[in-house]
């Protein structure tokens, strides 16, 4: 059977499924009951320094979306670092890393933005034999406007700076959590990078809002009629996390730096496809807050199988394999054509396929033929766009086909012809075009 045993900078856990610094992993019994389900290792909640206690708020701190099915798509918090005591948190953190040696903890911590800070609280964590520290520069609410967190993260010198001092300061592997709450995600993992960091690990919550109150007029979740901005995850921010994992999995600069995958995880499938783009284990919080911890058990063993059917040995064989895949827009090739096929014996007949084509797209499906209901592709004006696959909701009804080179274009009868391999060498592509000259 494949072997699913993760090394992520030196840390050596069972399997590649850590739970995220948060709720699930905030105190002893938490992370023993996550550790008896088969989690591979835990990020311990957010510790702050000694200290007056952190104080979150007394009402709804998540706010949500759902699908049609009230099924949780997107998880909205305002919590807090922990607001358990620090020195409680580091005993038990000692101790469950005595009971449970062969799985990972590492403890994530946020200080004010001073080497003397940072200087504390380093030794007091070293002595738990924590396997490693990750930085939090990543919460976007009441932290940061401390100055800590997200405020920190979005400034790529202070993260290389603090990054350093905790580098110069520790023996443990330091990973650094990043914020997405930035337009170029490269910046701060450089930054990282530059500071000596041994890992990256992303994505924190995303700036959100989930809702407002109609009646009342303010954000959910409504703390006496105020709201503010939250930390949003879970399955709704997959895609923005695997696009942010893979930028840095393929920059030059950072070639090589280990990525610990976040955000949206939910199934094995999920982790298979954030490893196979650069990350070398992943990360999970909102799954096991919606189904529980024994979550993991399904993730390890869909893990297994498809690396069994695919013939992967151990997850060296797919970390990082879609990243090479990954490109940019003017390097696609456009004498790729696809077009739609409707498989008429699945369709059930809503028409959703013509509605969106008819009124929004390229007009390329009927909705009659002869006097009766029917939905086909018009191939000759069918651009392949791939939107009636997804408004389908029969399931492999609509497929995208691809043609084979030579066949002929329908909408302007010549043959699809090779002349142009890529936007590159594209004649109408300026910069082609400059190189030619
Ligand atoms: C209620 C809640 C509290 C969180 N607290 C922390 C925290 O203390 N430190 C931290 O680094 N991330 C924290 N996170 C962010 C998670 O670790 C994780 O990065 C994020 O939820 C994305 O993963 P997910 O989509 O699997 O939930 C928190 C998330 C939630 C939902």
């Known amino acids: ?65 759902w699908g049609a099915d009230r099924r949780l798509l997107g998880l909205n918090n305002i919590e807090l670092i922990t607001d358990r005591d620090l020195f409680l948190n580091l005993r038990e953190i000692k101790q469950v890393k005595k009971d449970w040696p062969d799985r990972a903890i590492v403890v994530s911590l946020m200080v004010p933005c001073v080497e003397e800070s940072w200087k504390a609280i380093l ?68 930054a990282a990078f530059a500071g000596g960091t041994d890992a990256v690990s992303l994505i924190n919550t995303i700036n959100s809002i989930t809702g407002v109150d109609l009646d009342s007029f303010a954000p959910m979740p409504t703390i006496d009629g105020k709201g503010s901005h939250g930390g949003y995850c879970g399955p709704a921010v997959k895609p923005i996390a695997m696009n942010m994992v893979a ?43 919606t189904y529980g911890f024994k979550i993991v058990q399904e993730m390890i063993e869909g893990l297994k199988n498809w690396m069994d059917a695919k013939g992967h040995a151990s ?26 096929r409707i498989d008429q014996d699945a369709c059930i007949k809503c028409g959703r396929c013509h509605i969106a084509c008819e009124d929004t797209s390229h007009q390329a499906i009927t909705s009659m033929v002869d006097g009766v209901r029917h939905f086909e592709v018009i191939e000759a004006e069918c651009v392949g766009c791939n939107l009636c696959v997804n408004v389908c909701p029969v399931e492999n009804c609509i497929t ?10 329908q909408r302007t009868g010549q043959p699809v012809s090779p002349v142009y391999f890529n936007w590159t060498q594209h004649p109408n592509n300026p910069m082609a075009k400059a190189a030619a000259e």
């Open 123 to 190: 030794p007091l964590v070293e002595e738990t034999e924590a396997d490693g520290i990750e930085l939090n520069f990543g919460c976007p609410h009441g932290m940061s406007e401390r100055g800590m967190g997200s405020a920190v993260g979005q400034v790529p010198e202070y993260i290389e700076m603090v990054v350093r001092w905790c580098k110069q300061n520790t023996r443990m592997p330091v990973i650094t959590k990043l914020t997405p709450n930035i337009t170029d995600i490269r910046k701060p993992a450089r």
């Open 247 to 289: 930028e840095i999995a393929r920059d030059s600069e950072t070639r090589g730096l280990p990525i610990s995958g976040i955000g949206g995880i939910t199934t094995w499938r999920d982790a298979a496809e954030f490893m196979a783009l650069g990350a070398g284990n992943v990360q999970v919080c909102t799954a096991a807050m």
């Open 400 to 409: 995208m086909e691809p043609l084979a080179a030579g066949v002929m274009d």
């Open 1 to 65: 059977m494949a072997d699913i045993r993760n090394n992520f900078v030196g840390i050596k856990s069972p399997n590649p499924f850590w739970l995220a610094s948060a709720p699930p992993t905030d105190k002893a019994y938490n992370v023993i009951r996550a550790f008896k389900a088969g989690w591979g290792g835990v990020v311990w909640k957010t510790l702050g320094e000694e200290g007056p206690p952190v104080v979150n708020v007394n009402g709804p701190r998540y706010g949500a979306i």
């Open 315 to 340: 997850l060296d064989d797919i970390v990082g394999r879609a990243t090479p895949n990954v490109t940019d827009w003017q390097y696609l090739n456009l004498n790729y054509v696809a077009k739609a």
